[in-house]
């Protein structure tokens, strides 16, 4: 019987230590789940990282896989994230090839994705822009009407929210 395939965001505190984000990617592969996004940072505890890894998986897969990321001894706590409790993040560079012409209706943009341009040359104009996924994509959607030169994304970084965070707070 086929099951879908859905996104899965998890939240690894790990050891801070060398090789455990080897170990731990490692053990995605070998078992045959391709990351779509990965991010690594200190936490406030300088013995501890977090990874947050997004990937496709069924029900059934992805429960083993958290299994099998429990059992690593460098492996903290692994907290699977989802609408109601995750907050996610996602930052966007983009180098747009622009003369004095667009620049104008490309700040208009900017400004209402409350983005920033950050670095503005001649010809060309590097924006930043942070946000949901769905709102990063928006804005390329929206900035393809120009001359894209480069994009560069972070990926999806995320966090577990406390129960009295808003709805509105997450969807910026």
Known sequence: MYRPLTKNIVSVLVQNKANVLARVVNMFG???FNIDSLTVSATND???SRITIVFDATETSMQQIITQTEKLEVV???????RQNGLYRDMLLMRVSAG???REAIKNIVDIYRG??????RDSLIIELTGTPQKINGFIDVMEDFSIAEV???GITAIEVADNVGEGDRDD
């Open 100 to 102: 004095p012409e667009d």
């Open 116 to 121: 920033k341009i950050v670095d503005l040359s």
């Open 152 to 154: 560069c994304r972070t």
């Open 76 to 82: 903290e706590s692994v907290t699977v994230l989802n």
């Open 46 to 48: 300088p013995k501890i």
């Open 30 to 32: 070998q078992r045959g």
